[in-house]
């Protein structure tokens, strides 16, 4: 039976550990509970919050309305040719599944390793690190409509894949609830090194013909060396994205600045490396109140105990002002902001 609970502290559910409070708080371990939640019209009505890790959100105030957890658990996998399909519950930690492909050899995911939050939340955010991004390996998503109770299965094309974006987050936003989500792994992996720090830590190890294995614990190494861990200290990995600026925007700062970190980003687009942009500006390793950036990676945001939603909001505007000001650049917040 679904149990509904009143004024429950949502401090376990965030990363932040971000002390704030939920109205209502119903937790969900099968998809067929989504449907019998909003049976009635009471939590139809209400305003809602949909958790997974809690790993990208910001709680800037206690949220009066329905906090509904995904704990759909379970794997399942076929393999076709040198396909393979593996297909996740929302409730499912990210980095387990990460685990449970490499493990067997199912390639694509490595590049993804560690990041934090769960499977139900990654289509929607289309997580990405190292030069793969979730839609590369996405097939499809099962998907729960609120208003109707009726389970609609999303395609690569129907989610409209963006940079940290998704259908889910622009036109169809609290329209409908994720309960499983569907992989397109491969068994001949193609071998992705050439983002970031990945190939000089496997020359620094010796190694020059890296599996999957390989370039899975290369990745979370380097993500332990520069992210803190949120069992330790409050945060929610990267507060900001990577901003993505036309070659016209982009020749005034290398002009400047010609040292700035930039990527190719599709013809007459350039990514900048927004770490690189707040370390500038002097931000790594500052502290501001109970709040501050991380000391080994200025687009983290931590709490240092007992801040609240809305300084740790504070200051990130405070680092968005402090960029434009010197780069003429515009961050954008990659976490979710609930108020």
């Not at 300084?311 to 990659?334: A, P």
Request: net charge negative; aromatic share 10%.
């Amino acid at each position: 039976m679904l149990q509904i609970q009143e004024n429950v502290s949502l401090k376990n559910f965030n990363t932040f550990g971000i002390d704030a409070n939920a109205r209502y708080f119903a937790e969900i371990s099968h998809a067929d509970e989504v449907t019998e939640l909003f049976a009635d019209p009471k939590w139809l009505q209400m305003p809602r919050l949909v958790l997974g890790g809690g790993s990208n959100m910001l709680m800037v105030a206690d949220f009066d309305g329905l906090v509904i957890r995904l704990n759909i658990r379970g794997i399942e996998h076929r393999i076709s040719h040198d396909d393979v399909f593996v297909e996740a519950g929302a409730g499912e930690v990210w980095n387990d599944l990460v685990n449970f492909c490499v493990d067997r050899g199912y390639a694509g995911m490595e590049n993804l390793s560690l990041i934090p939050g769960s499977v139900g939340a990654s289509p929607i955010q289309n997580i990405g690190a190292y030069g793969v991004e979730l839609k590369d390996v996405f097939e499809s998503c099962q998907a729960v409509e609120i208003a109707t109770g009726d389970i609609r299965t999303f395609t690569k094309e129907d989610c409209k894949f963006g940079y940290r974006e998704s259908v889910f987050k622009t036109e169809l936003a609290g329209q409908y609830i994720i309960v499983s989500v569907k992989f397109r792994l491969s068994l001949n992996p193609n071998i992705n090194i050439k983002y970031g720090a990945i190939e000089q830590e496997l020359t620094n190890r010796g190694i020059t013909e890296p599996t999957i294995k390989d370039v899975s614990q290369v990745v979370s190494h380097i993500r332990v060396s520069k992210l803190p861990d949120p069992s330790t200290i409050g945060n929610a990995g990267s507060f900001f994205k990577n901003p993505v600026i036309t070659a016209e925007e982009f020749a005034p700062v290398i002009a400047q600045f010609p040292d700035v970190v930039n990527y190719p980003a599709g013809e007459g687009y350039v990514k900048l490396a927004a770490g690189w942009l707040i370390e500038q500006c002097g931000w790594k390793g500052k502290t501001v109140g109970n709040t501050g950036t991380w000391k080994n990676q200025a687009l983290v945001l931590v709490n240092h105990g007992g801040a609240t939603g809305a300084e740790v909001y504070s200051l990130s505007s405070q680092i968005i002002d402090s960029v434009y000001t010197k780069f003429g650049v515009k961050l954008q917040r990659e976490v979710n902001i609930i108020s």
